[in-house]
């Protein structure tokens, strides 16, 4: 196959994916409204606990006393993170329940290049779950997100979605050999939840700050939040963007390998089929 | 004429069990057959006897552990690309696409993984929406298609890229009989005949195989019994004669078949019980000797509900090679242990 031709497999594959989406809209509508009601339970806790929607103490650890915009963030970071996990990661379980898995892996295509479409699907399908997201944060919470702010967030967004997504391929892997994967996402879930700053500030604890390096999210949420919240220029994050990209390039080729690896042993194995 | 697909000595094994006792047992033991380009060749056997992993090695979603399959002169394993592109795969039952996508997108999605796309695609897609009779339904999704229907498209997802070479794993299963014979014409008439293509059929229907196949692979508990044309494997049956005895009230129905088969020239017996009625089969050189014998001891343990005597089947010639109807389950296990 040439370029060209896998680069019409991964828009074929991008249609595909998000036709049959739009065949079940009320799923789409769901998440689009699902994080935010995530969200409202720690906002409602936030402010019974400090009596508003600013705290001192929040401020000392993040540089801002808002904290509805700071979770705000990282629930719409997350979203893409998530969405990535179990759209990318769950795909090819999906195709196995519908029995075309089988047609795909017996093409000359290489099934990377159908992740890769699904990838741009789930991205496109994430971004609107996000725009909602904020329109309906701006519109109800009154959070002011400045659009002169997005074009620099964005570049953090896709520098860590990369890395994320090729996490995702490695993960899809996993999904053909060992079929059930819904344990092992929610751990990842709570891992995230637990060691990055998606709702808290990692610095409240040794621990949680430690284990937070280790994680691409905990530097995208810090600079995204530095851009928006603290006014910072994205040039003076280029330290981020530097472990963003070695990360990036770390887990692509890792993703990519580890799936090649793991799918010539389900076809050892025989269970391609199986569900 | 060349060999568009050799297989050679290939053995699939998959481990079978829980913890300490796992042990290795043999889908595919062996198999070793060639085909000719542009003939139509079949694959018989019960259930459980192999076909369906052998056709799936043969379309490399499974590696096998020994032996080699080679598929228009190329291995498979080392040039897996350029083979995928002459096969193209049907597989049995409805679930095999995207029921919430039309006919049509289902075809230009997966057009687009054999790196067809623009008028070329267009044009293929026109063509065999008109030549399986889909035009009228091809922007209907695929969730209000009957089976048939269904089964049709995915044969068009088969010839999207005009393969050399067809694998059609159990394609009549389940489908009503007005389909299953417009599918049998077709894979004979227009697929075989007109188009010259190389196919492998995999059956456990016999008729079907018998009306079809040029040459049959008789396939029992994962081992290549014969390969032979109908004619050929009825011709060599030392027996002629098959006597049927549908019966009921069979009480021991093991030790009704060792008293029959210990009469005069009986060859062979076997039966099999649905909802309290007994078929038995008796294959011998000639039934009429034996007759009132049969009749007699049948009598002793139950009521005959009628008696036939026919010339043997694929059927029978398959009973008599590997003593397995075609229509038992043979997917028990079956250890890697070497005769």
Redesign the interface.
């Known amino acids: 196959m040439t370029f060209k031709n896998n680069l019409k497999i991964i828009l074929a594959e991008n249609k595909k994916t998000i036709d049959i989406a739009l065949s079940y809209p009320i799923f789409l509508v769901f998440w689009g409204i699902a994080p935010l009601l995530w969200l409202l339970p720690f906002v409602f806790q936030g402010k019974a606990l400090v009596g508003g929607m600013s705290s001192a103490s929040f401020k000392a650890l993040t540089g801002s006393a808002n904290f509805l915009p700071f979770i705000l963030i990282g629930t719409m970071v997350s979203t893409y993170i998530f969405s990535g996990l179990w759209g990318v990661g769950n795909s090819l379980r999906e195709e196995t329940y519908w029995g075309t898995l089988e047609y795909i892996i017996a093409s000359p295509t290489n099934p990377v290049v159908v992740l890769l479409g699904k990838t741009l699907a789930e991205f496109i399908l994430a971004s609107a779950n996000v725009t909602i997201q904020a329109l309906i944060a701006t519109f109800f919470l009154g959070v002011n997100l400045t659009l002169a702010k997005i074009f620099p967030v964005m570049v953090i967004v896709l520098l860590l979605l990369i890395g994320f997504y090729g996490f995702a391929i490695a993960f899809a892997g996993f999904t053909l050999l060992i079929k059930e994967v819904h344990g092992y996402v929610h751990s990842l879930e709570w891992v995230f939840y637990l060691f990055s700053p998606i709702r808290y500030p990692v610095e409240v604890s040794s621990i949680t700050k430690t284990l937070s390096a280790l994680i691409p999210l905990t530097y995208a949420l810090v600079a995204i939040r530095g851009i928006i919240l603290l006014n910072k220029h994205i040039v003076n994050l280029w330290q981020t963007m530097l472990i963003l990209i070695g990360m990036d390039i770390v887990l692509i080729i890792g993703g990519y390998l580890l799936f090649q690896y793991l799918e010539r042993k389900t076809r050892q194995a025989g269970t391609i089929s199986q569900y | 004429m060349s060999v568009a697909i050799e297989v050679k000595d290939v053995v ?1 094994k ?1 481990r079978r069990g829980r913890r300490l006792k796992k042990r290795d047992i043999f ?1 595919v033991d062996k198999a070793t057959f060639d085909i000719e380009e542009g003939e139509l060749f079949g694959l018989l056997g019960p259930n459980g006897a192999g076909k369906t ?1 052998l056709v ?1 090695c043969l ?5 096998q552990d020994e032996g080699t399959i080679k598929i228009m002169g190329k291995d498979i394993y080392s040039n897996s ?1 350029y083979c ?2 002459q ?1 193209g ?1 049907v ?1 049995s ?9 039309s006919g049509r ?1 289902n075809l ?3 057009a ?4 067809l ?1 623009g008028k070329e695609r267009d044009m293929r897609i026109e063509y065999l929406m008109e030549l399986l009779d889909l035009k009228d339904v091809q922007n209907e999704r695929i969730e209000k298609y009957s089976s048939g229907m269904k089964q049709k498209i995915s044969l068009a ?1 088969a010839l999207l890229h005009d393969p050399k070479v067809l694998l059609l794993d159990e394609p009549t299963l389940g489908l009503d009989p007005q389909f299953s014979r417009f599918l049998r014409n077709f894979i004979k008439n227009s697929l075989n005949k007109e188009q010259k293509k190389t196919i492998l059929l995999t059956t456990h229907y016999m008729d079907e195989a018998d009306e079809l196949c040029e040459r049959i692979a008789f396939i029992n508990r994962g081992k290549i019994v014969d390969v032979k044309t109908p004619y050929e494997y009825k011709r060599d049956l030392p027996h002629t004669e098959v006597l049927e005895l549908r019966c009921s009230g069979i009480q021991n129905c093991d030790e009704l078949l060792k008293q029959l088969q210990s009469l005069n020239s009986v060859e062979k017996t076997t039966a099999n019980s649905v909802d309290h009625v007994t078929n038995i089969k008796i294959i011998l050189p000639r039934a009429e000797p034996i007759l009132s014998d049969t009749i007699e001891l049948v009598r002793k343990q139950g009521k005959i509900l009628g008696i036939n005597v026919e010339q043997p089947t694929l059927e029978d010639v398959f009973i008599y090679v590997t003593g397995t109807r075609l229509s038992e389950d043979t997917a028990e296990e079956r250890p890697a242990t070497k005769d």
């Open positions: 699939k998959f889908a992993t799936r379309a490399t979603l499974l590696i690309l995928r592109r096969i795969l597989t039952g409805e679930r095999t696409l995207y029921w919430k996508l997108d230009k999605f997966f687009a993984l054999y790196g796309d997802r």
